[in-house]
């Protein structure tokens, strides 16, 4: 299973569908390592939202996608992200689930402080432990832009879904 070309990695970072069916019209990939005797990188993860930007950086389209799937988010209200983009969250969960292998959805809650920081996790599946370790350490290791709420910074939670097939 070391080799990405033998895995696809659905990224799905709180989307839980695939790009196919999402309201943006471009596919952004995350690419891994190349298979051995290539130089072409693989794939690693495939997502409607670009994973190198960050939430001030998306068009109004993103925006609105990331935005749609919190249910009680004001007009005036932006959710937290990754300060660096979903990237910072998503290479090191793929790298470990490279060489753990395995079938299955990692799906997480964060809850990030009104200052930018995880305050807690709480982890709702996963394919094995190792895997939800690892996405927890990701998680708090990444600073993330503040939620607001009415334009002021608030706490917020961010869901995280990866699915494995």
Sequence with gaps: MKKLGKIL???TAI??????????????NLLGEAP????????AATSPLPFNVSYSKMSEEQKNFFRSKYDNLGINDTP???????????K??????????GVGTLKMTATISADGFVQ???????PNKALAKRAKRALRNATFDSATCNGEK???TFPFEIKFQ
């Design 154 to 156: 608030c706490a917020m």
């Design 36 to 43: 051995s005797g290539s130089k072409i990188p693989a794939v």
């Design 92 to 101: 090191p969960v793929i790298n470990t689930h490279r060489a753990l292998g």
């Design 120 to 126: 807690s996790i709480e982890v709702h599946e996963t």
């Design 15 to 28: 989307f839980g569908i695939s790009a196919v069916s999402a309201n943006t019209d471009k596919t952004y």
């Design 80 to 90: 937290p992200f990754p300060s660096k983009g979903l990237r910072t969250l998503y």
């Design 9 to 11: 990695v659905v990224a």
